[in-house]
């Protein structure tokens, strides 16, 4: 079976034996099929790529690029994968996100009110080793911290306090 | 305009211009055969699919260009569906929803403006973790290799989102998991959830930690109404097959022993069978039976057919599927109070929230889900021992069309509330009271609700009964987007999103997404664990 024949069981979805073949021949075909025009594959390339950064935050520097057209794609749960996969590099080592955080930021904390938190959760993370960025965003978090949704306003607050 | 000595303010609300609705007719195709829109249980990609009539039975067939053909069993009992869905309504959504639409159901929760019903009541999972090993369930918490556990100020930011929803804030939260019980702060945030003022607080549990007396006294301390207990039946190999555990029996037993004993008075509980045909299937009859045996703390029973995951082919399928037809066919033949007509779609609930919104010109919750979701009874039992259902002295069908009637009159008119509570009366009159059960005083009750429209007034119909009802969870076999649509079971999200049950669980499985955004790996989590128990 092949790379993109994977992709296309969701349900079932390898994540294991898809993550040893990456391994094992490099991330170029992950990253073309990054690029689908099926959005299954594009979604499924997505959730591999959100475990392969969790184990290992230094592949960022491959995928970097397609994460962030990931992060503009029309389809909702690409993004939102994407997104995870940003927020799983950031928990852990925030200094890798580089230039991703800013573009990151500003598509993000003017969406839907989930977007508006994923942002805020970015801004917590990178807060200490990006104080850039964080100053950049502070009159938009303050305002988020008066947001309709109690659980951006909870999110804004608590990255305004730390 | 400020007021002189002796004025006296107007009440606005005296007076009113009666608008207000929370239902609205259906735009569901009812007939058969039918188009709708699924998913493919191999990609998830969103598929044509018919829903049509064989063999006295509904089916629902699909086609993905990529996976194949998929048929299944979409409900046991043609009959029951097309009764069913003469009382179909559509809610009147969120007005205040969280996301917008992009691509298509059920793909942009949550919730968006394509939903019909408003959340009836909202799931919150607390914590992946759990006691148990369960292989049939859904978060399937330990053997996923990450911890999802959120801490108290998280969940109360969630409470106060589903207070501020519009235009009617669930009145029903059940915490959820993995076993909400182990989470450590469970007890804080159900009295959070007390002071925010919900007015049914519940736990989904396998009640493991509630076989301890001095906890379930802590829960009704901290402000719980009701226990969601899993319970399959009285054969303990089902436990042992089904939950991984032996003597699981004993322990719910005890665990319903603990629910009567604590004080001030017994807490509701509600006995929660997952059916398998095959399995526990013949034990419907006698779970009712032990409900009415003990009233005086069980006050429903809520059977949930199985929702089927994995790659399991047609016949597998069909050796397991149970469909809520099936049940209500099965608690016929296993009792001998019941009959098929006894059983209702949940949306007929919907018009009496309709009318006690109208009469007091305030929103009320409506249970606007598909009439294929679910199913539900009442049973009243007396003293010498007779049990009888609520269709026998209701005109439900009566009482159903005259709601809606009278909600139509009172509305986009000025009527004074007391004229619009005497119009509402119209309706006691769908209630026989010389058939009804001695000492059951149903128009009065009815008529408590209708003035009062508090949980309280609910509360006095409750605990003389006991519900039937039933919950038949999607699977991806078969999935019907229009279904979705109209869910009235929700999840509250950590990051401020509401997600029907089939869509979170099923479909594009938010569940996965969720827990991962908000996850950490097992090894991790233990050593944070350990050092917090270490006090460092």
Not at chain 2, 272 to 291: A, S
Not at chain 2, 340 to 349: I, L, R
Not at chain 2, 425 to 446: E, H, V, W
Request: net charge negative.
């Amino acid at each position: 079976m092949s790379l993109r024949e994977k992709m296309l069981e969701t349900e079932n979805l390898d994540v294991e034996g898809i993550i040893s073949q990456v391994e094992k021949d490099g991330m170029e075909d992950l990253i073309n099929l990054g690029r689908d025009k099926d959005f299954r594959i594009r979604w499924n390339c997505a959730r591999i790529i959100s475990y392969i950064l969790e184990r290992d935050p230094e592949k960022i520097k491959e995928l970097k690029n397609l994460l962030m057209e990931m992060l503009s794609d029309h389809h909702r749960l690409v993004r939102n994968w994407a997104s995870i996969s940003v927020l799983k590099v950031a928990r852990k080592r925030p200094e890798l996100l580089g230039e991703i955080a800013e573009p990151y930021l500003e598509r993000f904390i003017g969406g839907d009110d989930y977007e508006k938190f994923d942002s805020l959760k970015l801004l917590e993370y990178i807060k200490r080793n990006n104080p850039k960025v964080f100053e950049k965003f502070k009159d938009r978090i303050v305002e988020l911290s008066k947001d309709d949704n109690p659980v951006v306003r909870y999110q804004a607050k608590r990255v305004l306090e730390e | 305009m400020r007021l002189g000595v002796g004025e006296v303010k107007k009440k606005p609300l005296e007076v009113l211009e009666r608008k207000l609705s929370v239902v609205q007719p259906t735009n569901l195709d009812t007939s058969l055969p039918r188009r709708t829109l699924s998913l493919c249980p191999e990609c998830r990609r969103l598929i044509p699919a018919e829903i049509y009539q064989e063999d006295e039975k509904v089916f629902i067939s699909k086609r993905c260009p990529d996976h194949g053909e998929f048929r299944d069993l979409y409900y046991g009992d043609l009959e029951t569906f097309e009764r069913f869905h003469e009382f179909a309504l559509d809610g009147v959504g969120v007005e205040n929803p969280h996301t917008t639409i992009r691509n298509s159901c059920p793909y942009d929760c949550g919730l968006c403006e394509q939903h019909y019903s408003h959340p009836g009541i909202v799931n919150i999972d607390i914590t992946n973790r759990c006691n148990l090993r369960c292989p049939i369930c859904f978060a399937n918490a330990n053997a996923l290799g990450y911890v999802f556990e959120l801490d108290y100020e998280h969940v109360a930011a969630m409470l106060e989102l589903l207070k501020e929803l519009r235009p009617v804030s669930p009145p029903a939260i059940q915490f959820s998991g993995g076993e909400p019980t182990i989470h450590r702060d469970f007890l804080k945030m159900i009295r959070k959830a007390r002071e925010l003022g919900f007015p049914q607080i519940q736990v989904a549990t396998n009640g493991v930690k509630l076989a301890d007396f001095q906890f379930t006294q802590a829960l009704v301390d901290a402000g719980l109404h009701t226990v969601y207990l899993q319970f399959d039946g009285f054969k303990e190999e089902v436990y042992e097959t089904a939950r991984g555990m032996r003597n699981l029996l004993e322990v719910k037993m005890r665990v319903i022993e603990n629910c009567r004993r604590v004080k001030p008075e017994p807490l509701s509980t509600v006995l929660v069978p997952t059916v398998l045909k095959g399995v526990n299937d013949d034990e419907v009859g006698e779970i009712v039976n032990f409900g009415l045996e003990n009233l005086d703390v069980i006050r429903a029973v809520n059977f949930q057919p199985v929702s089927l995951s994995g790659r399991i082919g047609y016949d597998e399928r069909m050796k397991f599927r149970y469909t809520i037809g099936d049940l209500i066919r099965d608690l016929v033949d296993q009792t001998d109070y019941l009959e098929k007509e006894d059983f209702y779609p949940v949306p007929v609930a919907a018009a009496i929230s309709e009318l006690v919104s109208a009469v007091h010109g305030e929103e009320k919750v409506a249970f606007t889900c598909h009439p294929a979701c679910g199913a539900a009874t009442y049973l009243f039992k007396t003293d010498d021992g007779r049990v009888t259902p609520i269709t026998r002295f209701v005109d439900v069908e009566g009482l159903y069309e005259k709601s809606l009637e009278i909600s139509q009159n009172i509305k986009g008119k000025r009527f004074g509330r007391i004229r619009a509570l005497v119009k509402s009366f119209d309706i006691l009159r769908y209630i026989d009271q010389d058939k009804a059960p001695k000492g059951l005083n149903l128009r009065g009750i009815l008529k408590a609700i209708l003035l009062k429209a508090t949980k309280r007034s609910l509360a006095d119909f409750h605990w003389k009964t006991l519900f039937i009802g039933t919950m038949h969870f999607m699977d991806l076999y078969n999935y019907d987007v229009e279904r979705v649509k109209r869910c009235v079971v929700h999840y509250v999200t950590p990051d401020g999103r509401l997600i029907p049950f089939c869509a979170y669980n099923t479909g594009p499985t938010y569940r996965e997404e969720v827990e991962r955004k908000f996850s950490i790996p097992l090894e991790e989590w233990k050593n944070v664990a350990e050092r917090e128990n270490a006090g460092d």
